[in-house]
């Protein structure tokens, strides 16, 4: 890794996390990366201040991506990365969270090698670790969980995915793009067995401007979605854990106010 991070050598490619958000959140690793960018090819979910570390000439190109939508397919992105690198240039390949945790990492590593280019991965703060910590939800503790597994709630398809085992008691799910699947995801985990009473969060714009930590129960996923209007970038935590959290009771709040509006007809 020291080698490729040397400023004279060129023509390379640095996958680099930028972590959840929070420009704070950045590796050493991944700012002295940027200073010695001549393109950045980007996420759109990056902050502005990030992308500020780069040097003012280098170029910087937007790959963002959307459900459903895409600036660039992947394979355009691997070639525009490839194109650039040909040319002489450092490219850093920016991406949200940590590049090999749903983020196409391993897939532009491939490509990046095949064309017989150097590429090296600098890690990032995951979604999953940044806004954990911010919503003070330990994804492990001795009492409550010796296991965590990450899932997408969206890749190739819900059906196809085979989740058997990975929540319940004395485990910890931890659900990526999951927002608009939420009320499918709490059917397919309960058919599979976990209690419709298990504590669930939802961590919407972690570590961002207008961060919500919320929680309910697992038959609660997808009303509570609906009900506040939960928009992505957010993840789904389903386990004991979610208790020991700072995130608001979602389903407590509705049921105090149905309590009280009872006590005002009577």
């Known amino acids: 890794m020291a080698t490729l991070l040397d400023p004279t050598a060129r023509g390379r490619v640095i996958l680099v996390g930028a972590g959840p958000g929070d420009p704070g959140l950045l590796t050493v690793r991944a700012v002295e990366a940027l200073k010695l960018a001549d393109v950045v090819v980007h996420d759109g979910l990056i902050d502005p201040r990030v992308l500020d570390l780069a040097p003012a000439h280098a170029q910087r190109i937007s790959v963002a991506k959307k459900r459903a939508r895409h600036t660039l397919p992947q394979e355009a992105i691997n070639a525009l990365i490839i194109a650039h690198v040909k040319t002489g240039s450092v490219v850093v390949r920016l991406k949200g969270g940590d590049p090999f945790i749903f983020g196409r990492g391993g897939e532009e590593v491939e490509e990046v090698r095949a064309a017989g280019l150097p590429v090296e991965v600098i890690p990032g703060v995951s979604a999953a670790l940044g806004c954990a910590a911010e919503a003070m939800l330990p994804l492990t503790h001795r009492d409550y969980s010796s296991a965590v597994s990450f899932v997408a709630g969206q890749c190739k398809g819900l059906t196809d995915q085979d989740w058997s085992g990975l929540a319940g008691k004395g485990r910890t799910l931890v659900i990526y793009m999951g927002i608009a699947t939420a009320s499918d995801i709490a059917d397919k985990l309960m058919r599979d ?74």
């Open 193 to 266: 067995g976990v209690a419709p009473e298990m504590p669930v969060a939802v961590l919407e714009r972690g570590t961002l401007v207008g961060h919500r930590a919320i929680k309910t129960l697992l038959a609660d996923l997808g009303p509570m979605v609906a009900r506040e209007q939960v928009a992505s970038p957010a993840i789904i935590i389903v386990g004991e854990v979610v208790d020991l959290s700072d995130a608001e009771d979602k389903l407590g709040s509705w049921a105090r106010i149905a309590g009280t509006l009872a006590e005002t007809v009577a």
